[in-house]
């Protein structure tokens, strides 16, 4: 493709990830924040969203005592399953705030369980989750204009939402000096990514960053218009049938933990992929990795670091495919930046 890649979006919001920490770290209220929610009193918290937004939630349940995942596209399927007389609080998260589970979400809730606590993480300060009411308690954290990306797939929203969640729920920390650590770090690692369009992709981790496998995974099929299969898992599950998607053309990228006993296990996988399948291209990324990512704040803290490596290989994919990467599904319609045609049928 002769268009350079900083003339797309995507990129461009794959590189500002860092500026944009360093800034919204100094701008969050975080204290005041901490204190709303304590105030709720709560049953439990709850983490929700649709695709990417969703996978947010999985790595924070992973990291978080306490917390659960609840896809918003799970409740609105079955809003009684979930909505039972309980009072959680519940922490919605949307790029554009107006996915129709996002939306099915607020009705299910006004629904079956008014007063409970709701938590805005957004990023378009025009959107449902920014701008609609509440009969009970509720906090909306509109994140900078500039995450509300323009590209199709989700990359500066997806890691400032998970790091503004981090901030609030997670130990307490200096969370500008945090934040700081992390946009130097990715500074210095955006140049070390990109590889190599392979036939089909792997990502694998354990713990919180199996489900940064999972959003990394699903980057390269979002960015690659499905052209790049790619399948995630937990270092200890990929054994037990998925292995049999590696072909002698596959990227496997193992993102490994610093914890004991995880980094053995995900050690050891990389080495038993290296012996079976030596014409696939197996990355180690996390500390000592091929690619060296330090994780002194956890493994969620580091999620977004791993997930960029992703981000950077789909752009360059879809390059080498000669695809819209603002939107790789041009001409398609079956895929949209901001999902549509869901038709929602009441809290049964």
């Not at 089909?200 to 979002?222: D, H, I, N, T």
Request: aromatic share 8%; with cysteine; charged share 20%.
């Amino acid at each position: 493709m002769s268009t350079t890649l900083d003339t797309w979006a995507t990129w461009r919001e794959i590189h500002q990830q860092p500026a944009v920490w360093r800034a919204w770290g100094e701008a969050l209220d975080v204290t005041g924040l901490r204190n709303w929610i304590d105030d709720q009193n709560a049953d439990e918290v709850w983490f929700c969203g649709a695709g990417t937004s969703a996978y947010i939630g999985d790595i924070l349940a992973a990291a978080v005592p306490g917390t659960r995942s609840v896809p918003s596209t799970d409740l609105v399927a079955n809003p009684r399953a979930f909505l039972n007389g309980n009072r959680p609080l519940v922490v919605s998260f949307g790029r554009s705030g107006n996915s129709t589970e996002s939306l099915g979400t607020l009705d299910a809730l006004d629904a079956l369980a008014p007063d409970a606590p709701r938590l805005h993480i957004t990023c378009n300060p025009d959107g449902a989750l920014a701008t609609r009411t509440s009969p009970g308690p509720l906090k909306v954290i509109n994140l900078p204009e500039v995450t509300h990306d323009e590209g199709f797939a989700m990359t500066s929203s997806f890691s400032t939402m998970l790091l503004t969640a981090l901030a609030l729920f997670d130990a307490p920390c200096d969370v500008p000096a945090r934040f700081n650590a992390l946009a130097d770090q990715l500074e210095a690692l955006l140049p070390k990514f990109g590889s190599p369009r392979p036939d089909r992709a792997v990502y694998v981790g354990s713990g919180p960053l199996a489900f940064a496998a999972r959003e990394a995974a699903l980057k390269v099929m979002e960015l690659t218009a499905g052209q790049t299969p790619a399948l995630w898992d937990s270092s200890l599950g990929f054994r037990h049938g998925p292995k049999s998607f590696v072909r002698d053309v596959t990227s496997i990228t193992v993102f490994s933990s610093p914890q004991a006993p995880t980094n053995a296990y995900d050690t050891d996988l990389v080495a038993e992929l290296r012996a079976q399948f030596p014409d696939a291209r197996v990355t180690n990324i996390g500390p000592a990795g091929d690619i060296a990512i330090d994780m002194p704040f956890g493994t969620a803290w580091a999620a977004p670091l791993c997930i960029a490596s992703s981000q950077i290989d789909g752009v360059k994919w879809a390059a080498d495919l000669d695809l819209n990467v603002d939107n790789p599904f041009t001409g398609q319609g079956t895929l949209s930046r901001v999902v549509s045609g869901v038709k929602l049928h009441g809290v049964g």
